[in-house]
């Protein structure tokens, strides 16, 4: 039976719980990615997360997977990004595992996917985005980049994974910040360039969030 606009609504038991976990998405960003997946997304297809941290913006695409009958891959080492580590501006010393003594998000990922009910439509893959990418064959309905912000990073998962976006497909983009007093340039950078290669325009802007579609 196809989804219906009411099955399509972002429940208010996952927007309690996204409110809950910890992460860097605010609702309004997160109900865009959500309507915009929603209208990407197919039976069947793959939505492409890369960025999970603990969980908060999986819970988006999670719910719309869930609805449509798609799943998510959601890609982190888990590790953190820079501004994750240990004196640095983002770090969570609750994240650290006692045992290694190193950041570790992937435990707090799989606790949001279970109390959300959405571990079946939810595939975690632990490891650098460029790694898996290397070997990735896949067409991609939505992709939605939210990983490392250094130059490397971001340049890597743009080069790596914006080719797998079917014709008409969704390139997400977050953290796009034009003034630099605003924040980091390379999410902004890689979405300049996925616009000047004329493969994709731009749709709509949900604060830091870009999503654009591929011609
Ligand atoms: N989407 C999350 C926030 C992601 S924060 C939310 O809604 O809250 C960025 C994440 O990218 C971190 O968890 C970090 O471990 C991961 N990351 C950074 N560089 C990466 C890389 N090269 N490969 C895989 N994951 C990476
Ligand atoms: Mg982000």
């Known amino acids: 039976m196809p989804a219906t606009e009411s099955d399509m609504r972002?429940?208010?038991?996952?927007a309690t719980l996204a409110e809950r976990v910890k992460g860097f998405l605010p609702e309004?960003?997160?109900l865009a990615l959500h309507a915009a997946a929603s209208a990407a997304a197919?039976?069947?297809g793959v939505i492409v997360e890369i960025?999970?941290?603990c969980g908060k913006s999986t819970l988006y695409l999670g719910h719309v997977a869930s609805v449509i009958g798609a799943s998510v891959v959601t890609i982190d080492h888990h590790r953190g990004s820079e501004e994750h580590q240990i004196g640095w501006e983002y770090h969570d010393?609750?994240?650290?595992?006692?045992?290694?003594?190193?950041?570790?998000?992937?435990?707090?990922?799989?606790?949001?996917?279970?109390?959300?009910g959405i571990e079946e439509f939810v595939v975690p893959m632990i490891g650098r985005s460029s790694t898996i990418a290397r070997w990735w064959r896949t067409p991609i309905d939505f992709l939605f980049i939210d990983g490392g912000h250094t130059d490397e990073a971001a340049r890597a998962d743009l080069d790596g994974w914006a080719r797998w976006i079917r014709a008409g497909g969704?390139?997400?983009?977050?953290?796009?910040?034009?003034?630099?007093?605003?924040?980091?340039q390379a999410p902004y950078r890689i979405f300049r360039a996925a616009l000047d290669s004329g493969e994709f325009?731009?749709?709509c802007v949900a604060g830091s969030l870009r999503l654009l579609h591929r011609v």
């Not at 006692?98 to 279970?114: A, I, K, N, Q, S």
């Not at 969704?170 to 980091?184: E, K």
Request: aromatic content about 8%; proline content about 11%.
């Open 170 to 184: 969704t390139l997400a983009i977050h953290d796009v910040f034009p003034d630099p007093a605003d924040g980091g």
């Open 93 to 116: 010393a609750s994240l650290v595992d006692p045992e290694t003594g190193l950041f570790d998000t992937l435990p707090t990922l799989r606790r949001t996917l279970v109390n959300a």
């Open 28 to 30: 309004d960003e997160g």
């Open 51 to 53: 960025g999970s941290y």
């Open 42 to 44: 197919q039976p069947g």
């Open 10 to 14: 972002f429940p208010e038991r996952l």
């Open 201 to 203: 325009v731009e749709d």
